[in-house]
């Protein structure tokens, strides 16, 4: 994206096909905001886009610091994209730290954005540089744009009355104003964004509005850049309605809809954790549509109310992260023997332990499946993208009514902050499960099967029908029992119900050859990179597939004869191998290779292509 | 079921009771199904939730809903079924272990949130279906398996545990009093909120008898004293000996002298000095209701706010769940 034009010739406006934009800064500088605002007014004007925050581990760390860098990634594209992308096309920094965390991902030739306002030598010290990286020569091979957004920011605002430090606090949308100004994107989304956040501080709205504004003029003005692009709306979309969506919210609405769906109230048991905690906050916020959220004392006290809840006939669900998985066992394993639906939503960090709370991994695949004592099988599935959390979110509470199981759905850090345009399914899309209560004692048992070997639910309330249940083996009748025969046929039937999920669920299609020398599985949130890494590769001539896991366990019917199709199976996912020891567990003739990556980030599109080209070429 | 009045077989179920003989639970049991059909109880509306111990296998007995859960969390489950339906009468019961050990954290945040249940704590001193290790409630230098010489930790006293939590209704009885039984069990169904009842109960097998010198029946009427609310604090085979606040202390008194029982202060303070008194060899083993007072209870709230939210936004529907936030076209 370079162009020729020098600085001061009439300014030209160049079409790119995609860009990737990096926002960095202290986390005090509203970098997430500055991104979102980006992602949303890019998504307003029609480009497909997909986006990647990174915050840093520490709520506030020192001011100026490199720990407290926070970074925001987007790719907006004129065609379908995947993934937040790679190397970023444009690295706008606020201040040294924020440089120096993230320049070594610059494309080649990449633009720099430097707000010099900060690159003071206190602030070189914050981020323990010796020399200054705008004058060391160390951004060589880089376009550097120098800006010094704090005076412009004084200057733009000398009118308002708010304190200098207040005005300070703009910076961030005049760095957004200077970016619509280079992308020729429309300032008008958020002029009325900030006029209805700051509804009750008007100044508030005049300042950040009037900063946002002279950032944009500044390009025109100031000549800062050769020129100016557009990245013209994507037409190979769908066509449909869509809006913007985060993974979070796709996931909470989901499992709101779900509910509905099964015509059952949704009851949230949940404790605050990074990064699930946004589900908690969503559904408290989802009041009117009879949401129950009780923020429990722990992850097992949040997990049991929700069994409570199901007992009791409504849906239950529960919320967390990795270590609040691994207090939940037991009270899963309750709801496994009780066979009574729920759903588990388990949003993935970096482990183990505390581990990595702000970055991602799909490291809980196989607590996920197996962590628990005893034979207790449950169904997991696992979302792929922001909107797939909806659709997935709705897929948990189908599982769960239709087989009266617990059900965890997986997902990840990088979906669960990532943002991408939704395109909003119809009413007739959504196909209801509504849940059914027995009430009649006639040929009643509570723990006869029906054809998917799913048990009978009674509410407590009705009439003639009550009956205990509890963790203790049981027989058909509930009975408590320790009989031999009695405990493998009833072990049995836990599993065979589980495993009939899968006559419920297509068996996932290949794309590209139908066969091949390589097929690249992908499951829960490397499916976008993979997709586009696959693109890549078959684009260059590479003779290569991909399939796509939705449904972790049990596994959908049909994998053995697709996989004999190919002579190897590359499995890249972010743990060290662990849907491969499921994979080679399960189908143990089939060559797979496991290809981990444990840096607490996603693949990069261009890794997954260097995959292939390397298998390819053995 | 017809709406018959139902007498205390109704409440038994079919199950074969499994505690060993002697053990107190039976009597507990049997007031328990008595008090039912006398408070005209309907099994239907009614759910007893347990952990794990011999006395967590109460659910099973009663001809009534039941949910065996796990050990300690009864609790966690009783307020996700209370928030899901309010209008079922919950009952939990659990033991000195399961409530006060591996779940006391939820013990104490029930309390505090005062959901509607009756929580009955079933305290005998020890750990009864683990065979009998010494519990947190066993005084110090109880020797058993797990303490061949002597236990060295602080005991809980319940009462004052569920004082302290903030809860609302806290009431002390003992097994081998069926009347002191139904009566608090009527007190605290009476109480809206989380009511908490410690039943001092006799293991036969691995702690027997240690109550034997405060509530067993032959020195009871001079070692525990009966609180009722309004009544005045007098106890002893005679009804003589009384007992009186001064200044940050209970005192004996004569019965003319004693003071008045008030559990409802707005401090919890005086609730706290009578549990705590018999730490004084003086004086005698609290029985009765110790605290009672009117709290918002937990469910009602939650409620309450789901139709404070219908009334201001409408109730919500799919497609507007959907279909909301900005949208664009691409056509
Ligand atoms: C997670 C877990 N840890 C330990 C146990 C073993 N266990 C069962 S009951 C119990 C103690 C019960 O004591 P208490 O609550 O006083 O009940 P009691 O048997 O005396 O009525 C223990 C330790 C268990 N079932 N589950
Ligand atoms: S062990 Fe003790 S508490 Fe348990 S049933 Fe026997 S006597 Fe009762
Ligand atoms: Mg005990």
Known sequence: MTTTEKPGAELPLQQLDHVVIRFAGDSGDGMQITGNQFTHTSALVGNDLATLPDFPAEIRAPAGTRPGVSGFQLQFSSRDVHTPGDAPDVLVAMNPAALAVNIKDLKKGGIVVANTGNFKDSDLRKAQLEKNPLTDGSLEG????????????????????????????????????????????????????????????????????????????????????????????????????????????????????????????????????????????????????????????????????????????????????????????????????????????????????????????????????????????????????????????????????????????????????????????????????????????????????????????????????????????????????????????????????????????????????????????????????????????????????????????????????????????????????????????????????????????????????????????? | MTSATLTKKDFQSDQEVRWCPGCGDYAILAAMQKYFAEKGARPEKTVFVSGIGCSSRFPYYMNTYGFHTIHGRAPAFATGIKATNPELDVWIVTGDGDGLSIGGNHLAHILRRNVDVKILMFNNEIYGLTKGQYSPTSPIGTRKKSSPMGSVDRPFNPVAFAIGCSGTFVARTVDNDAKHMAKTFAAADAHKGTAFIEILQNCVIFNKDFYSDTVAKPVRADQTIDLVPGEKMIYGKDKDKGLRVNGWDIEPCSAEEAGTWNPSTDASAPALLVSNMDRNPGLPTPLGVLRSIDEPVYETSVLQQIDEAVAKKGEGELEDLVWSGETWKVD
């Not at chain 1, 482990?351 to 991994?361: F, H, I, N, Q, R």
């Not at chain 1, 939704?422 to 009430?439: C, G, I, Q, T």
């Not at chain 1, 959908?556 to 004999?564: R, Y």
């Not at chain 1, 499995?571 to 567990?585: A, D, K, L």
């Open chain 1, 142 to 618: 880089f376009r550097v744009i120098e800006v010094d957004i704090n005076s412009r920011v004084a200057e733009a605002l000398s009118e308002s009355p708010l304190s200098t430090k207040d005005k300070q606090r703009c910076k961030n949308f005049y760095t957004l104003g200077l970016m619509y100004w280079v992308y020729s994107r429309p300032l008008e989304p958020t002029m009325e964004w900030l006029a209805t956040k700051f509804k009750n501080k008007p100044e508030l709205v005049d300042a950040n509005q009037k900063a946002l504004q002279a950032g944009f003029n500044a390009g025109d003005i100031h000549e800062l850049f050769q020129g100016h692009y557009e990245v013209p709306k994507a037409t190979d979309l769908p066509t449909g309605t869509y809006r913007n969506i985060m993974g979070n919210q796709a996931l909470a609405m989901g499992l709101v809809a779900g509910a509905k769906l099964a015509n059952l109230q949704p009851v949230l048991g949940s404790y605050p954790i990074t990064p699930a905690s946004t589900i908690l906050e969503s559904l408290a916020a989802y009041k009117h549509y009879g949401v129950v959220t009780i923020q429990a004392e722990d992850e097992i006290a949040a997990i049991c109310a929700a069994i409570g809840a199901s007992y009791a006939g409504a849906l239950g669900m529960t919320s967390t992260s990795g270590p609040g998985m691994a207090l939940k066992g037991e009270a899963m394993g309750l709801a496994v023997s009780t066979e009574l639906p729920l759903v588990i939503v388990d949003i993935q960090r970096a482990g183990p332990s505390t581990g990595m709370p702000t970055k991602v991994e799909q490291s809980d695949l196989l607590q996920s499946i197996f962590g628990r004592n005893g034979d207790t099988p449950m169904p997991v599935i696992a979302v792929s993208s922001p909107t797939d959390a909806f659709a997935l979110a709705i897929e948990a509470c189908r599982i769960a009514v239709q087989y009266m199981t617990p059900v965890i759905l997986l997902s990840d850090n990088f979906v669960a902050n990532g943002a991408e345009p939704w395109r909003l399914p119809s009413m007739d899309d959504l196909k209801p499960f509504p849940a059914s209560f027995v009430s009649k004692p006639e040929g009643h048992q509570t723990y006869k099967r029906d054809a998917r070997g799913s048990r009978p639910w009674v509410k407590p309330g009705t009439a003639g029908m009550e009956f205990r249940i509890g963790g203790l083996e049981k027989d058909t009748d509930g009975n408590i029992s320790i009989d031999p025969d009695n405990h493998r046929s009833m072990t049995d039937q836990r599993h065979q119900k589980v495993q009939n999920v899968a006559d419920s669920i297509p068996t996932p299609e290949v794309f590209g050859p139908q066969e091949g020398d390589l097929l690249i599985l992908g499951w829960g949130s490397t499916g976008g990179i993979i997709t586009q890494g696959v693109q890549t590769a078959q684009a260059q001539g590479h003779n290569v597939s991909r399939i796509h896991l939705t449904h972790v366990w049990p596994l959908p019917n049909g994998l053995d004869e697709i996989f004999g199709r190919f002579k190897a199976i590359l499995i890249p996912e972010m743990n060290m191998g662990q849907m491969t020891r499921v994979m080679r567990s399960e189908m143990p003739h089939h060559n797979f290779i496991s290809y981990p990556k444990v840096t607490g980030q996603p693949f990069l599109t261009t890794e997954i292509v260097d995959k292939i080209e390397s298998l390819l070429s053995k």
